[in-house]
Nanobody, 130 residues
Framework: QGRLVESGGGSVQAGGSLRLSCAASGSTTRSDCMAWFRQAPGKEREAVAVIYTLSDSTYYTDSVKGRFTISQDNAKKTLFLQMNSLKPEDTATYYC???????????????????????WGEGTLVTITS
């Protein structure tokens, strides 16, 4: 059993910043691949950032490169997403996800909607106002 719990969502003006957190417990703490996804109203869910938990290697979708940073605190078993220079189009529910064993293919979550994550959080809403 594993659990992921997101926090940190809210409403900010365009240009502002938010930091999302995801507390991992149980078997999710042994995942080698973790990611942040988002789903805007009327749109499909997309991965925005992934991290290989053993190497700290990170990858981002083009729309957030240079603005978002995914990181982890292994001691606290927490995943973060620092979001800067936020835009109205970043408005979405953000989800934390983990995959137990990715076989090195964690980065493909950004482009392959069939890359299945094993665990999901409930999501946290981020609203960016213009």
């Amino acid at each position: 059993q594993g659990r992921l719990v997101e926090s940190g969502g809210g409403s900010v003006q365009a240009g502002g910043s938010l930091r999302l957190s995801c507390a991992a417990s149980g078997s999710t703490t042994r995942s080698d691949c973790m990611a942040w996804f988002r789903q805007a109203p009327g749109k499909e869910r997309e991965a925005v950032a992934v991290i290989y938990t053993l190497s700290d290697s990170t990858y981002y979708t083009d729309s957030v490169k240079g603005r978002f940073t995914i990181s982890q605190d292994n001691a606290k078993k927490t995943l973060f997403l620092q979001m800067n220079s936020l835009k109205p189009e970043d408005t979405a529910t953000y989800y934390c996800a983990a995959k137990g064993t990715s076989g090195g293919y964690c980065y493909t979550a950004l482009s392959n909607p069939k890359f299945a994550m094993d665990y999901w959080g409930e999501g946290t809403l981020v609203t960016i106002t213009s």
